[in-house]
């Protein structure tokens, strides 16, 4: 599978963003899809998590209640909508996806190209 995120850009703080990730090859309703995130002079990090049906989720302590991972399997595309932005959540976001469930995160096969988000204070 091919991912390839889209979305990102400058925003101001408690701003919000969507990002999008789409899919071309087969059975994308196959895998599990997530969501990761580098900052400038950190190590990638985990930030969300779905099941291929989309049920359950999980989210990074950072981000819980203020993200949310979606996916449209009709469209091949996974979401993921950000609030309440802070200038820590400034980083390059990455689209990931594994065969089967989406748990353990460290074990996403599959990679896009990253999309970039800084959040101006």
């Known amino acids: 599978v091919q991912l390839q995120a889209s979305g990102g850009g400058l925003v101001q703080a408690g701003g919000s963003l969507r990002l999008a990730c789409a899919a071309s090859?087969?059975?994308?309703?196959?895998?599990?899809m997530g969501w990761f995130r580098q900052a400038p002079g950190k190590e990638r990090e985990f930030v969300a998590v779905?099941?291929?049906?989309?049920?359950?989720?999980y989210y990074a302590d950072s981000v819980r209640g203020r993200f949310t991972i979606s996916r449209d399997n009709a469209k091949n595309t996974v979401y993921l909508q950000m609030n309440s932005l802070k200038s820590q959540d400034t980083a390059v976001y990455y689209c990931?996806?594994?065969?089967?469930?989406?748990?353990?995160?460290?074990?996403?096969?599959?990679w896009g190209r990253g999309t970039l988000v800084t959040v101006s204070s």
């Open positions: 779905m099941s291929r049906s989309g049920v359950p989720t």
């Open positions: 090859g087969r059975a994308f309703s196959s895998y599990a």
């Open positions: 990931a996806a594994r065969a089967g469930p989406p748990e353990p995160i460290s074990r996403y096969d599959y």
